[in-house]
């Protein structure tokens, strides 16, 4: 007999058991706290799934709920590379923890590998609708000022989601790949009669950043110009100070 038949079941079914415990927000601590450190002896993908549950709950008082966090991270990595599969999966699955998730995989991999699974992710959100934007938002913010061939053709689709959040995020993310079929897609976001005003801002930094003209737009433009953006002669968008 094994010591997690002691336990009451067998490794995987053990730390199933062990997610209601993780994920309780109220009574005694201790209870929580003994579970993630059961689950951090477990060396099993199941007990990092588990853990990582943890990251979906916030507890009182604050201080508990970060050092807790912070201690589920050091757990998950000491599983090392058999963290990965489970991370990444949580990632790809969950709306919550975003940021944890990609800070584990920071912690575990190369960044060329964590840009293919944050890639890959964007990829399959691109046309899902998420009443939470968030999981988008990080992810798009991750990439942020990354060069990498693949990032630019994943991004270029958020600039049409519905949040604003995610438009302003993609936008943001373009500026710096300089991705010439994201020109005209932007310069159409940019002079749409519903685009918000703070996504415009941000339309006109993304192509003061790539450096791209507004040619064939160039009236649009300039009815939806606002400081510190200006258009020179050449219709580059330019920015003050």
């Known amino acids: 007999m094994g010591i997690f038949d002691f336990l009451g079941g067998s490794g995987p079914e053990k730390a199933l058991k062990l997610k209601s415990k993780v994920t309780q927000k109220y009574g005694d601590p201790s209870t929580r ?22 990251y979906t709950i916030t507890v009182e008082p604050l201080t508990t709920d970060a050092d807790e966090k912070e201690h589920v991270f050091e757990l998950i990595k000491s599983f090392d590379k058999d963290a990965v599969a489970p991370v990444t999966e949580f990632l790809r699955k969950n709306e919550q923890a975003t940021s944890w998730a990609l800070r584990i995989l920071e ?7 964590v840009v293919t699974i944050v890639v890959d992710t964007l990829n399959s959100l691109s046309a899902q609708y998420m009443r939470d934007p968030e999981k988008k938002v990080v992810l798009l913010h991750f990439i942020t000022g990354k060069q990498d061939p693949r990032i630019a053709s994943v991004v ?27 020109r005209e897609p932007i310069l159409r976001l940019l002079t749409s009669g519903d685009t918000a005003r703070r996504v415009q801002t ?32 050449g219709g580059l968008v330019q920015r003050r100070g």
């Open 107 to 113: 912690s575990l991999l190369p960044e060329s590998e």
């Open 202 to 233: 941000a339309a006109l930094g993304a192509l003061h950043e790539s450096g791209f003209g507004v040619q064939g737009y160039r009236e649009k433009v300039e009815a939806v110009l606002n400081e510190p953006y200006y258009l020179d002669g």
């Open 33 to 54: 706290q003994k579970a993630l450190q059961q689950l951090g002896e477990m060396r099993i993908p199941e007990a990092v799934t588990v853990l990582l549950h943890r």
């Open 156 to 182: 270029l689709p958020h600039l049409d989601d519905m949040a604003d959040e995610v438009k302003i995020a993609a936008l943001k993310a373009l500026g710096s790949q300089k991705h010439e079929p994201a």
